[in-house]
């Protein structure tokens, strides 16, 4: 979806037991969770017993249960992929705008992409939201334990957070050639989830490997190394999934900083689905590797218009959110 604005997503609400155990030693309150097979809980942080409550910490985590993991492996299905759609709140233009309609007002020269068969890096994340199924863009980030996944915040948390929650790298004309990714964890900033602060618009997302895969996800696809605060204009190529069509575009663009927290491209036809797309600098066609510095999302959920996209840059409490997800994985 270019999930450029966001219709609001039905809360997991099945907890099937959490056990929370508070101590205080040395003036530290310290907090341990139990979490049964099947369940998802809702923690500020998440390690050991020695670990405190999560203050201190920049984001929430959302587990999710091996139960409700088996329900998103069941859920999507090929047909269901394949008749997902991109849901926005995004209604300046119809659901399928014309060419002539998404595109008026961009600046001349503004590029076109192209159609692929797609990146072993980047694909679609799949979801459920108010019982309709919806996709939107994520990628694989290089990570020390080698299972996480960078989205769009909108993408995984409005009112709630999303459900039947799976990412399918390379995803291309109805076929899912790595398999289907089970998210077991969803870190969002603690201030996106609270206010749905449009700096604050990314998410990381821990897989697991599908049935008979081998190795966490990164030693299957690949992975693009996260660059933080890097928001000076550069030459990038923006990868997305959109409404239109069963196979990703890609586009080479220059992106420029806009204010302190929001960076755009120009480029025609990024629209619903694309929300989450990653913006790479140093792309290689090749691999699917190269630098992610950002992710469409951020002011206006990506934009308001097709040709006009942005990103949260990705400042230091980024990074921070990126090493607690990594901690915890």
Same mark, same amino acid.
């Given at each position: 979806m270019r999930l450029r604005g966001c219709s609001g997503f039905a809360a997991i609400t099945r907890i099937v037991r959490a056990v929370v155990v508070v101590a205080v030693a040395a003036g530290t309150v310290v907090v341990a969770s139990g979490i049964a097979a099947g369940g998802v809980a809702e923690a500020a942080g998440r390690g050991s017993a020695a670990r405190t409550s999560g203050a201190d910490l920049p984001g929430s985590v959302y587990v999710v249960g091996a139960a409700a993991r088996a329900a998103a492996r069941s859920f999507w299905t090929p047909g269901r992929m394949a008749a997902a759609t991109g849901a926005s709140a995004r209604q300046v233009l119809p659901l399928a705008p014309s060419t002539s309609l998404a595109e008026a007002g961009a600046p001349r020269?503004?590029?076109?992409?192209?159609?692929?068969?797609?990146?072993?890096?980047?694909?679609?994340?799949?979801?459920? &939201?108010? #019982?309709?199924?919806?996709?939107? %863009? @994520?990628?694989?980030?290089? &990570?020390? #334990?080698?299972?996480?996944?960078? %989205? @769009?915040a909108h993408c995984v948390y409005a009112s709630g957070y999303a459900t039947h929650i799976e990412f399918a790298p390379g995803y291309h004309d109805g076929v899912a050639p790595y398999g289907a990714w089970p998210v077991q964890e969803i870190t969002v900033a603690k201030g996106w989830r609270q206010r749905q602060d449009p700096s604050l618009d990314y998410a990381f997302l821990e897989v697991v490997p599908p049935p008979y895969s081998a190795g966490p996800i990164q030693s299957v696809t690949g992975a693009l190394t996260i660059g933080f605060s890097r928001h000076d204009a550069q030459s990038i190529t923006v990868i997305g999934y959109n409404d239109s069509g069963q196979r990703p575009i890609r586009c080479a663009t220059k992106s420029f900083k806009v204010s302190g927290s929001q960076m755009e491209f120009y480029c025609h036809s990024f629209w619903y689905g694309t929300s989450g797309g990653p913006w790479i600098i140093g792309y290689n066609g090749r691999t699917g590797g190269g630098t992610v510095f950002g992710v469409i999302g951020g002011y206006e959920a990506g934009g308001y218009q097709s040709w006009a996209s942005y990103s949260t840059i990705l400042w230091q409490g980024a990074e921070s959110l990126f090493r607690q997800a990594e901690a915890g994985a």
């Open positions: 020269g503004t590029p076109w992409p192209v159609t692929f068969g797609g990146a072993p890096t980047v694909g679609t994340l799949f979801y459920t &939201s108010s #019982a309709r199924s919806h996709f939107c %863009t @994520a990628s694989v980030v290089a &990570s020390k #334990a080698g299972n996480l996944v960078m %989205t @769009a």
